[in-house]
């Protein structure tokens, strides 16, 4: 695409005005998607969320009050799956049954093209796009929050606190914990004698518990043993508190770190998914950086798949007469389950390193508009 061809579009789009006609076409469109994603968001609650809260609700475990508000709080994590979903099916039985009536094609015989037909749609999609990455981004986080999937807490964590020339120092080993307390935790402080073939410790330290605070973390009830260079402890102290962590802002970034760990991804914004990504490439944690890199991409990414799957829609939903219109429903099923079940892939392909993060989000998108393409060269359009 040349310049003036770009230019040509941004004038056609700057003169844009609706017509009757795109009117038509969006009420039926916006009907259609509206039916799909009620019908899309109900078979998805229904079968196991659904069971789960009737279920509580029969054992007196919750109130139906708040049954209807476990469910409430549900929609929004499906509506970010729903809206590219339902903008696809809408399109497509929208066009679908214009092919149907002729009315396609009495359109094109006037002389109207495809991509202006099209138009009303692709605007659709548009303002559905920036719909999705606002659910993504703000309501399913405020959901995910209110239904305690972020309060934080877990078990088994290892953190390796390194001296300025990158060897290590302490060994932080924690065996439960939540907001507030530590449980069960272990520090292994590193000697500073170097060997190839071994790692030593000069002491470790056992307690039951610990505390964060500003600056540290503060073990209370500890047992010391020191260590000697054969390996062999030979002497045991008891310390009614103990201080790790307390360089600077190392304390609360370690604390984020242990804290986030077992958070899903759906509970942190945009912002906070940054911010965190940016703790894990400090901490060293690589699988786990590069996996909440590509959620972020994905994040931005994602809501592309609106404008993308309208469009493929209205082609698939084309159909001259005497065609199976069943195809064109049967290839958008194909190209849904396709695109939610081979994200989990993609994500591993990142996560381990196989792939980079940004290739791994953007692949799916690139893989729409080479169907675009190729859907509009086989129909001819």
Same mark, same amino acid.
């Given at each position: 695409?040349?310049?003036?061809v770009?230019?040509?579009?941004?004038?056609?789009?700057?003169n844009?005005?609706?017509?009757?006609l795109?009117k038509?076409?969006?009420?039926?469109?916006?009907?259609?998607?509206l039916v799909?994603?009620?019908?899309?968001?109900?078979?998805?609650?229904?079968? =196991? %969320?659904?069971f789960?809260?009737?279920?509580?609700?029969?054992?007196?475990?919750? %109130?139906?009050?708040?049954?209807?508000? +476990?469910?409430?709080?549900?929609?929004?994590?499906?509506l &970010?799956?729903?809206?590219?979903?339902?903008i696809?099916?809408?399109s497509?039985?929208?066009?679908?049954?214009?092919?149907?009536?002729? =009315?396609?094609?009495?359109?094109?015989?006037?002389?109207i093209?495809?991509?202006?037909?099209?138009?009303p749609?692709?605007?659709?999609?548009?303002? +559905?796009?920036?719909?999705?990455?606002?659910?993504?981004?703000?309501?399913?986080?405020?959901?995910?929050?209110?239904?305690?999937?972020?309060?934080?807490g877990g078990?088994?964590?290892?953190?390796?606190v390194?001296?300025k020339d990158? %060897?290590?120092?302490q060994?932080?080993?924690?065996?439960?914990?939540?907001?507030? /307390?530590?449980?069960?935790?272990?520090?292994?402080?590193?000697?500073?004698?170097?060997?190839?073939?071994?790692?030593t410790?000069k002491?470790?330290v056992?307690?039951?518990?610990?505390?964060?605070?500003?600056?540290?973390?503060?073990?209370?009830?500890a047992v010391?043993?020191?260590?000697?260079?054969d390996?062999i402890?030979?002497d045991?102290?008891?310390?009614p508190?103990?201080?790790?962590? /307390?360089?600077?802002? =190392?304390a609360?970034?370690?604390k984020?770190l242990?804290?986030?760990a077992?958070?899903?991804?759906?509970?942190? /914004?945009?912002h906070?998914?940054?911010?965190?990504a940016?703790?894990?490439?400090? &901490?060293?944690?690589?699988?786990?950086?590069?996996?909440?890199?590509?959620k972020?991409?994905?994040?931005?990414l994602?809501?592309?798949?609106?404008?993308?799957?309208a469009?493929?829609?209205?082609?698939?939903?084309?159909?001259?007469?005497?065609t199976?219109?069943?195809?064109?429903?049967?290839?958008?099923?194909?190209?849904?389950?396709?695109?939610?079940?081979?994200?989990?892939?993609?994500?591993l392909?990142?996560?381990? &390193?196989?792939?980079?993060?940004?290739?791994?989000?953007?692949?799916?998108?690139?893989?729409?508009?080479?169907?675009?393409?190729?859907?509009k060269?086989?129909?001819?359009?």
């Amino acid at each position: 695409m040349n310049i003036n061809v770009l230019k040509n579009y941004l004038i056609k789009i700057k003169n844009y005005k609706m017509t009757i006609l795109d009117k038509f076409i969006l009420s039926q469109v916006v009907k259609a998607t509206l039916v799909c994603l009620v019908l899309f968001i109900i078979v998805w609650i229904a079968p =196991e %969320t659904l069971f789960k809260i009737i279920k509580k609700v029969l054992n007196d475990t919750i %109130t139906p009050f708040v049954a209807v508000k +476990l469910l409430i709080l549900e929609i929004p994590k499906v509506l &970010a799956k729903a809206i590219p979903v339902g903008i696809f099916l809408g399109s497509i039985f929208t066009f679908d049954r214009l092919s149907k009536n002729s =009315e396609l094609a009495i359109l094109r015989g006037i002389g109207i093209s495809f991509n202006r037909i099209m138009a009303p749609v692709i605007i659709f999609g548009a303002f +559905l796009s920036v719909l999705c990455y606002f659910v993504n981004d703000r309501l399913v986080p405020i959901a995910s929050n209110k239904l305690g999937e972020s309060k934080g807490g877990g078990s088994h964590f290892v953190y390796i606190v390194e001296n300025k020339d990158k %060897t290590p120092k302490q060994n932080i080993i924690v065996s439960n914990f939540n907001t507030t /307390t530590i449980f069960g935790i272990i520090v292994m402080n590193f000697s500073n004698e170097n060997y190839s073939d071994v790692t030593t410790f000069k002491s470790i330290v056992f307690a039951p518990r610990a505390y964060f605070e500003d600056n540290c973390w503060k073990v209370v009830d500890a047992v010391k043993y020191d260590i000697d260079e054969d390996g062999i402890y030979h002497d045991v102290n008891k310390l009614p508190e103990y201080r790790i962590l /307390t360089s600077g802002k =190392e304390a609360i970034e370690v604390k984020n770190l242990m804290l986030n760990a077992t958070r899903k991804e759906r509970v942190f /914004t945009n912002h906070q998914i940054s911010k965190y990504a940016k703790l894990l490439k400090k &901490a060293k944690f690589s699988d786990e950086y590069r996996y909440f890199r590509v959620k972020l991409y994905q994040r931005y990414l994602h809501p592309l798949t609106c404008i993308l799957f309208a469009i493929i829609g209205c082609l698939l939903g084309f159909c001259p007469p005497r065609t199976q219109r069943l195809i064109g429903f049967t290839i958008a099923v194909g190209m849904i389950f396709g695109y939610y079940i081979t994200l989990p892939f993609f994500d591993l392909l990142a996560q381990k &390193a196989v792939l980079p993060q940004f290739l791994c989000a953007v692949l799916p998108i690139l893989i729409f508009i080479i169907s675009i393409f190729v859907i509009k060269k086989v129909k001819d359009l």
